[in-house]
T-cell receptor
Framework: AQKITQTQPGMFVQEKEAVTLDCTYD???????LFWYKQPSSGEMIFLIY??????QNATEGRYSLNFQKARKSANLVISASQLGDSAMYFC?????????????FGKGTKLTVNP | NAGVTQTPKFQVLKTGQSMTLQCAQD?????MSWYRQDPGMGLRLIHY???????DQGEVPNGYNVSRSTTEDFPLRLLSAAPSQTSVYFC???????????FGDGTRLSIL
């Protein structure tokens, strides 16, 4: 069973508008972490934002915020005031703890296109 | 400030050949991982290491070997390349406790 689900293969948004990228996760561990990465067409993986399972407040980093709903097991990325440079693949990932070590499990990604 | 360095950036192999993808980090990170990225599949974990001398299998380990003799280096070996191993390979490193992983720029590998 998929542990990270990103249901939107592609999303379109107008420049300067806000967009929400969905991510749901599945884990029975009480301690976990959720990450969002951006992958532009050049291919590199860029860390955007992190939310820990015990964090009381939703994470924010500049124009990025994470809408963390623990009971629903969702960790949606909100990008405010979209820019053309935001066009990229976006991956949601979950940190799992197994046997004292950490592993990162990725979703399949959402391709965001920002239109002028 | 090099971060995570992967070499080579591109490689073409013939079926049955072996090769080693190199990964080095200069941040003194304990954790290092190898992922492969295929279209529509996201990133899948191949092998990972929590420190020098310690490695473990990820989701798709078959056909790959790793070793971690130093903190800095984590090479990935393809023993006998197969067309199914055509992919983009990423190496990543991090400190423990949920810190974000730092990724290399990737190696694009084609197996003919």
């Amino acid at each position: 069973a998929q542990k990270i689900t990103q249901t939107q293969p592609g999303m379109f948004v107008q420049e300067k508008e806000a967009v929400t990228l969905d991510c749901t996760y599945d884990t029975s561990d009480p301690s976990y972490g959720l990450f969002w990465y951006k992958q532009p067409s050049s291919g590199e993986m860029i860390f955007l934002i992190y939310q820990g399972s015990y964090d009381q407040q939703n994470a924010t980093e500049g124009r990025y915020s994470l809408n963390f709903q623990k009971a629903r097991k969702s960790a949606n990325l909100v990008i405010s005031a979209s820019q053309l440079g935001d066009s990229a693949m976006y991956f949601c990932a979950m940190r799992e703890l197994q046997g004292g070590s950490e592993k990162l499990v990725f979703g399949k990604g959402t391709k965001l296109t920002v239109n002028p | 400030n090099a971060g995570v360095t992967q070499t080579p950036k591109f490689q073409v192999l013939k079926t049955g050949q072996s090769m080693t993808l190199q990964c080095a980090q200069d941040m003194n990170h304990e954790y290092m991982s190898w992922y492969r990225q295929d279209p529509g599949m996201g990133l899948r974990l191949i092998h990972y290491s929590v420190g020098a001398g310690i490695t473990d299998q990820g989701e798709v380990p078959n056909g790959y070997n790793v070793s971690r003799s130093t903190t800095e280096d984590f090479p990935l070996r393809l023993l006998s390349a197969a067309p199914s191993q055509t992919s983009v390979y990423f190496c990543a490193s991090s400190t423990p406790r949920g810190q974000p992983q730092h990724f290399g720029d990737g190696t694009r590998l084609s197996i003919l």
